[in-house]
């Protein structure tokens, strides 16, 4: 599929959304469409230079019986009042800083594409959610990140990226992903009319894509906090996910949030190279920290976000932090 297909089945998949969010008077599935870019925080093109995303969220304990059972054998995991499964098709791509050399850049990173589906278990009890899921999927050419980039860039009249012919080999992209939070109760500010909540979590992914351990947590500061987790994110990042618990339309709300997460990195194939092939490479640093603050909106059924992230040097020579904008919309069914 081109980026001009997949836009337009995005675009179909929203005005579904809306239009049957705004009949739904019960929470049901959600939908929601995430886009990242460094383009929205910086004049830079390199590193992570983009990722989209559009993901489902099944309603609440819509879920099979046979799944929920395996789900009890997850250590860890807990099975919760509100269980849900999900499935989401994204892409992401990633450069050297600089795209227009048609050379091998030997001290940069790799260009890299990753298309992949993913499919996971989302269950909330009390204030604990746990999501797992597997992503199957494909880096290299077949990724189609360079048609993605080139037809991006030449909308926006952004340099024309020349060096994707190094780009790593085509190679099956296999991952698992896990991540645990705990969401405190809001906290009353009275005397300024606001609320406040923290929300610890973990994280740990293992696969020939990435492979690492991740410790942080959150913090919001808003009004009419809704029942979420945090923005959405296209992974790997500070968790959040597209679970949210809808309120009335003549209910509007918002917040403010910054988070922060240190990882321990054993694997990472966009600058480790190609698993069972030669490729070009970098020497990855093991730990990487990760800052974000942002805000998001919610009115009646629908949410809206916008995240600023900045993570520190990945590798041995990176010239400065990778910086990158995300937003996302969430809306029930």
């Not at 870019?37 to 019986?65: K, R």
């Not at 994707?164 to 300024?192: G, M």
Request: charged fraction near 20%.
């Amino acid at each position: 599929m081109n980026l001009r297909a997949a836009s337009g089945l995005l675009a179909s998949a929203l005005l579904t959304a809306v239009t049957g969010a705004a009949a739904a008077d019960e929470p049901g599935p959600i939908v929601t469409l995430q886009a990242e870019n460094d383009f929205f925080v910086s004049n830079d093109d390199g590193q992570y230079s983009h990722g989209m995303q559009a993901s489902y969220l099944s309603g609440a304990n819509d879920v099979p019986d046979l799944v929920i059972e395996a789900a009890d054998w997850i250590p860890g995991y807990h099975v919760g009042a509100d269980m849900r499964w999900g499935l989401a098709i994204a892409q992401s791509m990633f450069t050297p800083d600089d795209i227009r050399s048609t050379n091998l850049l030997v001290d940069d990173r790799p260009y890299a594409g990753w298309l992949r589906a993913d499919i996971g278990l989302v269950s909330v009890n009390q204030n604990w959610l746990d999501r797992a899921s597997l992503s199957l999927g494909i880096v290299g050419p077949q990724s189609y990140a360079e048609e993605t980039q080139v037809w991006f860039h030449e909308v926006i009249a952004a340099p024309r990226p020349n060096g994707w012919d190094h780009q790593l080999s085509n190679e099956p992209a296999i991952n698992l992903f896990y991540e645990k939070q705990c969401r405190s109760d809001p906290i009353d500010l009275s005397a300024l009319g606001l609320q406040w909540d923290y929300a610890p979590r973990a994280t740990l992914a293992l696969g020939n894509v990435f492979t690492y351990g991740g410790v942080g947590g959150e913090v919001r500061l808003g009004q009419d906090l809704q029942d979420d987790y945090g923005a959405p994110r296209i992974g790997p990042g500070i968790a959040g996910t597209g679970y949210f618990l809808p309120g009335d339309w003549d209910d509007l709300g918002w917040y403010l949030f910054a988070g922060v997460e240190g990882r321990a990195v054993a694997h990472n194939i966009f600058l480790d190279g190609n698993t069972f092939a030669d490729s070009h490479s970098v020497s990855r640093r093991v730990f990487v920290s990760e800052l974000q603050t942002g805000a998001a909106v919610t009115w009646g059924h629908i949410r809206l976000t916008f995240t600023h992230i900045l993570r520190t040097k990945q590798f041995d020579g990176q010239d400065d932090p990778d910086q990158f904008g995300a937003i996302s919309l969430s809306t029930t069914l």
